[in-house]
């Protein structure tokens, strides 16, 4: 019982250490969106900061749920959500170049 | 019609997978999910059209960790030039023309290019895609065409053939 219970507070901690990696990207990506000059460089900080902190919080949940459903469930949410925010960040930058927004340059 | 319904049993296992996945042993979640189920498998087939693409399992699994690697690198860089306190910005616009066929192929291109590190894809017209880029110093073209690469041995399309549409 205890050795089995350790193994879990293994988990469960290097959890929160994933969930908590995962955050600093979600902050550094609005830092990103709050300081960079232009539309595009925005949508750069935006989609892929949120997309890896989305990754490290759901593998984070998956080792602290200590379930398979779980962890299937986590995994899915984080592709969908890849597929919905990849296609956006298409879709804004596309709209933006079509109503001819210059790209910020140094 | 026998291949199309095979076709469209096919999608509604798919979707159904998807559903329960996500609801999990509900069963009265099914009220939305038999009707979500059949709309999404109909509106698949109408919006993308079974394709010739054979996708090749080992293409996936030399895709997934070729993916996760750019995204982590994609996500380190985009941190490093948002909390630096020097300006770290050359952005730019590239244009690039790909081998890829028209379709899911050149769809999860454009896609996959925003997770690259440092470039996003702007605009898709025939098979040029205008690439807006952080940092022009970055090996932009060897990265797209990595990418490029690992997306053709997923659908298995041959690199050689160049599509003039």
């Known amino acids: ?10 988990l469960y901690h290097s959890g929160t250490v994933l969930i908590l990696l995962g955050l600093s990207f979600f902050l550094s990506g609005t830092v990103g969106l709050i300081r960079f000059p232009d539309i595009y460089t925005r949508l750069h900080a935006l989609t892929k900061a949120d997309n890896v902190g989305l990754g ?15 962890t299937a469930k986590l995994l899915l949410i984080w592709l969908l959500v890849l597929i919905a925010s990849s296609a956006s ?18 | 019609m026998i291949n199309f319904s095979r ?27 038999v009707p979500a189920v ?21 293409g ?6 070729f993916f996760l690697r750019q995204s982590l690198h994609g996500g380190i860089d985009v941190m490093r030039r948002a909390l630096s306190s020097r300006q770290l910005l050359d952005p730019g616009l590239v244009s690039y023309t790909t081998f890829l066929s028209e379709g899911s192929a050149r769809i999860l291109f454009a896609n996959t290019i925003s997770l690259l590190p440092g470039t996003l894809s702007a605009e898709l017209h025939g098979n040029s895609v205008t690439i807006h880029t952080l ?3 970055l090996p932009i073209w ?13 659908m298995r399309i041959s690199p050689g053939k160049r599509n003039s549409s």
């Open chain 2, 135 to 137: 940092d022009r110093g």
């Open chain 1, 89 to 106: 960040c298409h879709l804004i930058a596309r709209s933006a170049m079509q109503k001819n927004i210059q790209p910020w340059t140094r």
């Open chain 1, 56 to 70: 490290f919080v759901v593998s984070g949940l998956a080792l602290q749920s200590g379930s398979w459903a779980v």
């Open chain 2, 60 to 65: 996936v699994f030399r895709f997934i960790p």
């Open chain 1, 1 to 10: 019982m205890v050795p089995e219970k350790k193994n879990m507070d293994i």
């Open chain 2, 142 to 154: 060897a990265n797209i065409q990595g990418l490029e690469y690992h997306i053709a041995a997923l």
């Open chain 2, 7 to 33: 076709r469209f049993f096919l999608r509604i296992f798919f979707f159904s997978s998807v559903w329960f996945t996500l609801t999990g042993v509900d069963i009265t979640s099914w009220v939305v999910g």
């Open chain 2, 38 to 58: 059949l709309i999404a498998s109909g509106l698949s087939l109408m919006l993308a059209p079974p394709s010739q693409y054979q996708v090749s399992l080992a």
